[in-house]
């Protein structure tokens, strides 16, 4: 069993930035580790996760549209962490982040909550 465990969020006003960090328990090797997010009001479920960004062991690395600019996306595989820096962030990014990661099976995290001011 491997435990994802995030960190880095709070209370931020739009336009400032926050990085977020995600480390695995143990060494294992992904085959892609990222961050989704959910927002407030919406059921807690992993089906109403919204994929944020995610990066594959072959480097590929995706973003969601409304990120994409701002957001990026990278890991430290020796470390067996990813980190999601954030800037010019919006009201619209108020969400819980999760942290995954897949080797075999989708591991979660329990969520970094983010809350941006306008």
């Known amino acids: 069993q491997v435990e994802l465990v995030e960190s880095g969020g709070g209370l931020v006003q739009a336009g400032e930035s926050l990085r977020l960090s995600c480390s695995a328990s143990r060494s294992i090797t992904f085959t892609v580790m990222g961050w989704y997010r959910q927002a407030s009001g919406t059921q807690s479920s992993e089906t109403e996760r919204?994929?944020?960004?995610?990066?594959?062991?072959?480097?590929?690395?995706k973003y969601a549209d409304s990120v994409k600019g701002r957001f990026t996306i990278s890991t430290n595989r020796i470390r067996n962490t990813v980190y999601l820096q954030m800037n010019s962030l919006k009201p619209e990014d108020t969400a819980v982040y999760y942290c995954?990661?897949?080797?075999?099976?989708?591991?979660w995290g329990k969520g970094t909550q983010v809350t941006v001011s306008s």
């Open positions: 919204e994929l944020v960004a995610a990066i594959y062991a072959g480097g590929q690395i």
């Open positions: 995954t990661a897949v080797s075999g099976y989708h591991y």
